[in-house]
């Protein structure tokens, strides 16, 4: 498979800082992203990779290795020489939930990729159809989970997949709350929204930017966030801890994304990423655009922080795993 590869041209910013008068620009910094073109990681990846060159002059290659959930991708990395010039943009998930998920996982994500640094955190949006939550008197997802409670009702939500951060959320709030909820399962997030904007489905609890446009059309009510606090572009949409009487106020999803390189990488080449991160973070412009796709920038952890938020992580997504019952064979 021949991966789709975007260079992006490198800015004439000289390298003045110290930190960085070793990394050369005669090479391009490999970006891989383990998702088709158009997706949150690879949205993410482009706005960093523009903000990298525009304050170090490091040019940057994105490339999307998409397919076997991930894993092409990261195998990619694994076997990358340790230059600190090949990453990848992971969530969260990669090294948490899909581990869990699969009867043979063909690579150990302790040992054979570096968590560098932290770049960005979202989290999922609750929606329903505007005119069926005034129907159904649905103010918001307590007044939803309270509906579907009753004797006969019946909750459907479209997963963009399998095992995907709305199907393991979603069936964690149904196990919580009481609630009757069935997951559909959809081949991407694209025909779950179809189908929740044709009525086939009454909500869909996915990551922001392909529902947001809707929202603000008016065509779509937000109902929740998956995180426990509100975020602070959407500050009326309560969060999981708004919820306590449902039994899920100490939810918390958030799929934040993490560069990734070999395991074998040098710390002091990770030390050299992550400054480059740093100084992108700063870039004007970049948390605004950010925002406008449903993202928050992290402030960027050293590879030590990043992989114990990792482990600190793991049990909630793979008790989130235990309850929906995914699996990948």
């Known amino acids: ?90 969530s969260i998930t990669m090294f948490t939930s899909l581990p869990a998920m699969m009867a043979r996982m063909p690579l150990d994500v302790d040992r054979d990729v570096t968590p560098i640094t932290s770049v960005v955190t979202s989290t999922t949006l609750c929606c329903v159809r505007a005119d069926r939550a005034q129907q159904r008197g649905w103010t918001d997802l307590g007044a939803m989970l309270e509906w579907a409670k009753r004797p006969g009702n019946e909750l459907t939500n479209g997963a963009a997949s399998s095992g995907g951060a709305s199907h393991l959320l979603t069936a964690t709030i149904a196990r919580r709350s009481g609630a009757a909820i069935t997951v559909v399962p959809y081949r991407g997030g694209a025909p779950a929204l179809n189908d929740l904007l044709a009525g086939n489905i009454d909500m869909a609890f996915d990551f922001m930017p392909a529902l947001l446009p809707h929202v603000a059309a008016g065509t779509l009510k937000a109902m929740a966030v998956g995180s426990k606090e509100r975020v602070p572009f959407l500050p009326d949409v309560p969060g999981m801890g708004d919820f306590p009487a449902q039994g899920i106020a100490d939810i918390d999803l958030q799929s934040w994304n993490i560069l990734s390189g070999p395991g074998s990488l040098p710390p002091e080449l990770a030390a050299r990423t992550q400054d480059l991160l740093r100084r992108a973070a700063a870039h004007p412009g970049l948390e605004d655009r950010l925002r406008a796709n449903g993202l928050l920038a992290l402030p960027p952890l050293d590879a030590a922080g990043t992989r114990a938020r990792i482990l600190a992580d793991r049990p909630r997504w793979q008790e989130m795993v235990q309850i929906s019952g995914a699996r990948i064979e």
């Open 1 to 90: 498979m021949i991966a789709r590869r975007t260079l992006l041209v490198a800015a004439a910013v000289p390298l003045a800082a110290p930190a960085l008068a070793q990394i050369s620009t005669s090479r391009p910094l490999r970006l891989i992203v383990p998702n088709p073109p158009g997706g949150q990681s690879d949205t993410i990846a482009r706005l960093y990779g523009e903000a990298i060159q525009a304050t170090s002059g490091q040019a940057v290659v994105v490339e999307n290795r998409s397919g076997a959930n991930g894993l092409i991708a990261m195998d990619v990395v694994a076997k990358a020489a340790p230059d600190g010039l090949t990453t990848e943009l992971f």
